[in-house]
T-cell receptor, first 114, second 112 residues
Framework: DAGVTQSPTHLIKTRGQQVTLRCSPK?????VSWYQQALGQGPQFIFQ???????QRGNFPDRFSGHQFPNYSSELNVNALLLGDSALYLC?????????????FGEGSRLTVL | QKEVEQNSGPLSVPEGAIASLNCTYS??????FFWYRQYSGKSPELIMS????GDKEDGRFTAQLNKASQYVSLLIRDSQPSDSATYLC????????????FGKGTRLHILP
């Protein structure tokens, strides 16, 4: 049973560039959430996708956007990168809306912005 | 007031003792509560979930929930060096939205 998979695992960008991170949810899961975790902090909610639509959004600027595909996989796009965007980006999946809500995380994509 | 608050630690506990981790939350309507363990450089791993007042035990772990006090705790019995990690408390209010909100985490260090 494949868990949540993310790619790439590590990447380095420069300020002003754009980045796309990818996520495949755990088998049987249809809801994908993205979190940003800065060093020494807890994960911060970016947004959640269900049925190919953004359902919830955290306090992140419009530079952060996403997409969910018919196979439930998801992408996170960040435009005009800032130094402060350097973080571990975590994808988490669960089954359905309004279920028990237990999230399962991928190993993350560590983004460094220089 | 932050939505989920945890003491950042580090909390140092001798091997074999009981580690007690605490969390308070501000949204009185929260219904789901989770404890995640995160090793350095790794992603969070779900270790306990609790939905009703009282205690829930799973092996060496016990989660305790007191909704009146808006307080969640995690007890780890017979602490092992492998329990050294950051423990994240997370809460969810299904009636408000479907977001799961995390605290900053408590660093736990088990002393051999």
């Amino acid at each position: 049973d494949a868990g949540v998979t993310q790619s790439p695992t590590h990447l380095i960008k420069t300020r002003g560039q754009q980045v796309t991170l990818r996520c495949s949810p755990k088998s049987g899961h249809d809801t994908v959430s993205w979190y940003q975790q800065a060093l020494g902090q807890g994960p911060q909610f970016i947004f959640q996708y269900y049925e190919e639509e953004e359902r919830q959004r955290g306090n992140f600027p419009d530079r952060f956007s996403g997409h969910q595909f018919p196979n439930y996989s998801s992408e996170l796009n960040v435009n005009a990168l800032l130094l402060g965007d350097s973080a571990l980006y975590l994808c988490a999946s669960k089954k359905g809306q309004g279920a028990t809500g237990e999230l399962f995380f991928g190993e993350g994509s560590r983004l460094t912005v220089l | 007031q932050k939505e989920v608050e945890q003491n950042s630690g580090p909390l140092s506990v001798p091997e074999g003792a009981i580690a007690s981790l605490n969390c308070t939350y501000s949204d009185r309507g929260s219904q789901s509560f989770f404890w995640y363990r995160q090793y350095s450089g790794k992603s969070p791993e779900l270790i306990m979930s609790i939905y009703s007042n009282g205690d829930k035990e799973d092996g060496r772990f016990t989660a305790q929930l007191n909704k009146a006090s808006q307080y969640v705790s995690l007890l780890i019995r017979d602490s092992q060096p492998s329990d050294s990690a950051t423990y994240l408390c997370a809460v969810r209010n299904m009636n408000r939205d479907d977001k799961i909100i995390f605290g900053k985490g408590t660093r736990l260090h088990i002393l051999p």
